[in-house]
């Protein structure tokens, strides 16, 4: 008898149809002596809906309003789909984040969990219950409801895995499972049977959207073995789980891309202790990310610098950054919003050379310029123009044949 945490996300759980689709194959799985826990995020569209609301009534919500009002999305979810598990005759119980004690920080729409008090959920599974509980949302030190952010779902079920010490954390999706690249742009992409933490976190912090970084990072810190599936087939997904020796033999396990960005450059910077401080200060105090960072040395004790931020920040940042270059002196900003990240990951670079060298060599090939490259262990990144994206990427899929490259699809459980 195994203890199983399964998130299903907004897809999945779009219509009363869906819901008590999702509500049959959780009780299958109870049936067959298995303590379930049932994490649902909002039906698909609704936190959009609410948001519009909140904007109509009050320009700039209230952050805090903000989260008493998101939040009941998913108590809409957990409320109707254990009246599906009641209805099918099987005992079952719907709890907020904030009755089953999921701690979180006070930060206000983008909450992170700090401890989770797992003895109710256990009480009710001793009771032979299936135990549904709302994602996205915890209750801070005062009492109150706090949100977690876009994927706070799929953190929540990672964390309340790990707190309860599941066997298994399954992410119910619309897609199979990881794949080697977007489908929608290569259609030589393949599932990925067995991915490591390290690699989907690389892959998620790039731009992959099928898993929550932060989900990722809590299951790589406990431990947690992850299966991403599709809710509309019963088809095995991918496991991201434990690095294996076997993984190393892969050398890139997938491409990425990101088209949200924006690329920052500030001309003839005084090269003097402590200016680049005075850039990245109140860009940091503003909350804009900062991703890649290059200076180049010019003469005269000059430097440009040249940095990425998510495209949605760019005017923001342009008007933080042009006001901090006047006040240290700087000769100008410029900016550019139409490039694209694009990324190969793979915990096989760590013991092979020239990964990156073929990377530049295809680009070059294809005709792509390398406006930027940032590399680590595992990854290697390329900011080009956002033209070219769909292309590089397809280039860079069939010159690391990762059509070809795969795990065994066995169950890691």
């Not at 099987?90 to 930060?107: E, M, N």
């Not at 309340?160 to 010490?165: D, K």
């Not at 990964?355 to 310029?369: C, D, P, R, W």
Request: charged residues 25%; contains cysteine; glycine residues 8%.
């Amino acid at each position: 008898m195994a203890l199983i945490v399964q998130k299903f996300g907004g897809t999945s759980v779009g219509s009363v149809e869906k819901i008590q689709a999702v509500a049959r194959r959780v009780i299958a799985q109870h049936n067959k002596g298995n303590r379930m826990v049932v994490v649902l995020s909002a039906m698909s569209g609704e936190t959009d809906r609410l948001t519009a609301l909140a904007h109509a009534v009050q320009p700039r919500p209230s952050t805090r309003e903000m989260d008493m009002l998101l939040s009941t999305g998913e108590q809409v979810t957990i409320a109707l789909f254990t009246m599906a598990v009641k209805e099918a005759g099987v005992d079952g119980i719907a709890l907020l984040g904030d009755q089953v004690s999921i701690h979180t920080d006070d930060v206000h729409t983008k909450a992170r969990i700090k401890k989770i008090d797992p003895h109710l959920i256990n009480q009710h599974l001793d009771e032979g219950k299936i135990v549904t509980i709302a994602g996205f949302q915890g209750v801070d030190e005062k009492g109150n409801i706090t949100t977690l952010g876009r994927g706070g779902s799929d953190t929540t079920a990672v964390a309340l895995a790990a707190a309860l010490e599941a066997d298994a954390c399954e992410i119910f999706t619309d897609v199979e499972g990881v794949y080697t690249t977007d489908p929608n742009i290569c259609t030589k992409a393949q599932k990925i049977n067995r991915i490591s933490y390290d690699e989907m976190l690389e892959l998620a912090s790039l731009g992959a959207k099928v898993l929550d970084i932060r989900a990722v990072g809590l299951a790589k810190r406990f431990k947690v073995p992850v299966h991403v599936r599709s809710t509309f087939t019963d088809t095995i997904g991918t496991w991201v789980v434990e690095e294996e020796k076997i993984m190393e033999s892969i050398l890139v396990s997938g491409i990425t891309y990101n088209k949200n960005e924006a690329r920052i450059t500030i001309k003839k910077v005084p090269d003097l202790p402590g200016t680049a401080a005075r850039i990245f200060l109140p860009i940091s105090d503003a909350g804009i990310l900062v991703d890649m960072i290059i200076q180049n040395t010019r003469d005269g004790q000059m430097t440009d610098m040249t940095f990425t931020v998510l495209r949605n920040d760019y005017e923001r940042a342009m008007e933080i950054v042009t006001e901090a270059a006047r006040e240290i002196g700087a000769d100008a900003v410029t900016g550019d919003q139409q490039i694209a990240k694009v990324s190969i990951v793979g915990v096989g670079m760590r013991n092979n050379s020239g990964i990156a060298s073929t990377m530049f060599q295809i680009l070059s090939k294809e005709g792509i310029n390398m406006i930027m490259v940032s590399t680590s262990e595992i990854k290697v990144s390329c900011i080009i123009d956002e033209k070219y994206t769909e292309l590089a990427v397809r280039a860079l899929h069939d010159a690391f044949a990762l059509d070809k490259n795969n795990m065994p699809a066995e169950e890691t459980n």
